[in-house]
């Protein structure tokens, strides 16, 4: 039962620093959204706001679907070390037993002949 409160504050932990890393995304993609319309002098106010609005849009489009597929290797990566480590893990334990079945024979043995 101790082990949900930490496992709670993790997960709040994650969702926080997800959220603080997509806010500093969205400042980015604000911040060269600007950049690039500074040189076109010739545009009005308004021409200026929707050409950054539509690149900082393309932007959070773009930085989503790179973490989507980030996320969905992060899962087959962990999937794949987790069948991993159960081959590993029975393959230990079949050769502790068998190391232990040979001792027990080599002692009942040595125990029969005395």
């Given at each position: 039962?101790?082990g949900?409160?930490?496992?709670?504050?993790?997960?709040?932990?994650?969702?926080?620093?997800?959220?603080?890393?997509?806010?500093?995304?969205?400042?980015?993609?604000?911040?060269r959204?600007?950049?690039?319309?500074?040189p076109?002098?010739?545009?009005?106010?308004s021409?200026?706001?929707?050409?950054?609005?539509?690149?900082?849009?393309?932007?959070?489009?773009?930085?989503?679907?790179d973490?989507?597929?980030?996320?969905?290797?992060?899962?087959?990566?962990?999937?794949?070390y987790?069948?991993?480590?159960?081959?590993?893990?029975?393959?230990?334990?079949?050769?502790?037993?068998?190391?232990?079945?040979?001792?027990?024979?080599?002692?009942?043995?040595?125990?029969?002949?005395l």
């Open positions: 039962m101790s949900r409160p930490e496992r709670a504050a993790g997960e709040l932990g994650n969702t926080v620093e997800g959220y603080l890393l997509w806010q500093a995304r969205v400042a980015e993609a604000e911040r959204a600007q950049e690039f319309v500074q076109m002098e010739w545009l009005t106010t021409q200026r706001a929707e050409i950054e609005g539509h690149y900082v849009a393309d932007s959070l489009r773009r930085a989503r679907r973490l989507e597929r980030l996320a969905a290797r992060s899962l087959s990566l962990r999937a794949e987790e069948h991993r480590y159960q081959q590993l893990r029975r393959r230990c334990m079949g050769l502790a037993l068998t190391v232990g079945a040979a001792f027990l024979t080599t002692v009942a043995t040595v125990l029969s002949v």
